[in-house]
């Protein structure tokens, strides 16, 4: 039995209803809408209700709300498994489908019917609008509400049989026109959709709408905690009376949460698919969305999204959260977790020009400061290496800590090394420097006393490799980029993607496995890219920067 006092009001629930005998085991229920990938928000909701059936010895079912085929996908079907699985959660038994339940739903909608509950209306949507009334004014009895039973159970039977075109009927629940509740104005159960399905193709023409399925799924699995995101819970009045009026197994409770929005960021399906339908990202996995498969292609790793969930609980009340706690939460596992390595992003060759041409001096470095279980490194040192261009100048003012001409620095986990000239193109540009080295200065100062002002990275020309490396920055520049009447698509960061060819990094980096993380020291978290990066064509992608630039915007 639970031990672990309990830190969010859904666990308290539970908790009690464990002890006071209500439920004798927790199962609970994972229900995505298979036209889409997963998001951010998604996320909340996997590890809240995987979160819960783990601490309370229950289970968790994955089921497919699959009630709308044209807008679903057996590719949505996928990848919402494998996110998923990704963030290290298991369902119980098989993958669930609401169309597996599509005739019994089907038998539960005759029972209505014959019970006097439903009614088959001929009302088109427009009509239907009026009749249904405002938020202030009550609605209006359709004129086909009074139809007798054998008359429903006709034209429900000749709905099911595709004698109708769509739109011309649907199936309502008769509850109350004039109920304060809008969900309880006679809402609609089954409507008409000529539309083959990903799981049982051409075997339905009429589907029922998410109200209809939602309890009746839970009951039929079983589910004890219903969690859904507070827009349901005006919601919960039809779940409730549906399962009242039905003979169903089970009576399953529902219950209502505070849904993840985070700023800078959109989770709308629609507009995240807009965003990949207008080519402004690469895919629904493009690293700049807020999609899990998204977020795994940035380097985020399901630890550090499970740790942010965490970090902003569970409440009863839906609010913004910002998205700099998402990013501390990736800092945070990747400092600890990440092993360090040198990239360099704009590369600008130097030339020792005391150091032999044809030697190679191989020199060890730590993967990690303070991660002796990670091992070590092997960093080919040569006469002719990279540093950064923006380590370099000919003049600076005392707190330009690289390097200056005249001026030394030291080469990290390498050797001290003063600049002495530089080389020039024909339009002035720097193309290379000239340097010497101090020697006997690998882990130790300086013999004669003078200590250089800091440390930069580098890469050897010999055994380096060359890379791309894509640098990544918030998708939008607005904190509340679909707000009101904002125009989302306007506010796109012009800077969200850079993309470096030709950066030179360290030689084991190349051989780095997909998805494998790094500090590039100086530079940020980095990962190699799960589906491009190759030993031979190595591929970067920036997950963050190593402080919050975004702080003070």
Not at 318 to 327: Q, R
Request: hydrophobic share 35%; proline share 6%; glycine share 8%.
């Amino acid at each position: 039995m639970e031990s672990k006092p309990a830190n969010n009001f859904l666990q308290q629930i539970v908790a009690e209803d464990l002890e006071s005998g209500r439920v004798s085991k927790l199962i609970t229920r994972f229900p995505p809408e298979p036209n889409g990938y997963l998001h951010v928000g998604h996320a909340k909701s996997i590890c809240l209700n995987f979160g819960l059936a783990q601490r309370f010895g229950g289970e968790c079912n994955l089921r497919f709300d699959d009630t709308n085929p044209e807008k679903e996908s057996p590719e949505y079907v996928a990848s919402i498994q494998e996110d998923v699985r990704w963030l290290g959660y298991e369902w119980a038994g098989e993958v669930r489908y609401a169309s597996s339940y599509f005739q019994q739903f089907y038998d539960w909608a005759v029972h209505l019917v014959e019970q006097g509950d439903a009614y088959v209306c001929d009302l088109n949507a427009e009509q239907a609008r009026e009749y249904r009334g405002t938020l202030t004014e009550p609605g209006k009895n359709s004129p086909f509400r009074e139809r007798s039973v054998e008359e429903n159970l006709d034209l429900l039977g000749r709905m099911k049989a595709g004698e109708f075109d769509e739109g011309s009927r649907v199936l309502r629940a008769k509850i109350d026109m004039a109920s304060p509740n809008m969900n309880l104005r006679d809402p609609i159960l089954y409507r008409i959709r000529k539309v083959e399905h990903h799981q049982t193709g051409n075997d339905w023409c009429i589907y029922p709408t998410y109200d209809f399925a939602h309890g009746q799924e839970d009951a039929i699995e079983g589910v004890t905690h219903s969690i859904c995101t507070l827009e349901f819970e005006d919601h919960r009045p039809l779940y409730d009376w549906l399962l009242e009026h039905l003979p169903v197994p089970h009576r399953p409770r529902q219950y209502e949460f505070g849904r993840l929005n985070l700023n800078y960021t959109v989770t709308s399906k629609r507009k995240l698919k807009q965003l990949v339908d207008d080519g402004v990202v690469s895919g629904w996995d493009d690293p700049r969305m807020p999609t899990v498969s998204g977020m795994r292609r940035r380097g985020f790793t399901p630890a550090s999204i499970r740790r942010f969930c965490e970090m902003i609980g569970v409440t009863r009340s839906d609010g913004v959260v910002d998205v700099a706690m998402l990013e501390h939460a990736i800092r945070d596992d990747l400092n600890e977790n990440a092993p360090r390595a040198m990239c360099v992003l704009r590369p600008l060759k130097v030339v020792l020009t005391d150091y032999p041409e044809d030697q190679v001096e191989q020199l060890t470095a730590a993967c990690h400061p303070s991660r002796e279980d990670l091992g070590e490194r092997q960093l080919p040192f040569s006469r002719e290496l990279y540093i950064d261009a923006e380590d370099f100048r000919e003049e600076a003012n005392k707190k330009f800590k690289r390097l200056v001409l005249g001026k030394r620095v030291r080469l990290r986990n390498a050797y001290v090394i003063e600049a002495d000239s530089v080389v020039k193109d024909e339009a002035g540009n720097i193309v290379e420097v000239h340097a010497h080295t101090i020697p006997n200065t690998i882990g130790n100062d300086p013999e004669d006393g003078v200590k250089p002002k800091g440390v930069i990275q580098w890469v050897s020309a010999a055994g380096g490799r060359q890379a791309t490396v894509r640098l990544y920055d918030r998708l939008f520049t607005d904190a509340a980029p679909d707000k009101g009447d904002k125009d989302f698509m306007t506010l796109v960061n012009p800077e969200s993607l850079t993309v470096v060819e030709g950066a030179w990094i360290e030689p084991g980096l190349a051989a780095a496995e997909p998805e494998q993380g790094f500090q590039f020291e100086r530079e940020g978290y980095f990962v190699a890219d799960r589906f491009e990066h190759t030993e031979a064509a190595p591929v970067f992608n920036m997950t963050i920067g190593l402080r919050d630039t975004w702080n003070n915007g």
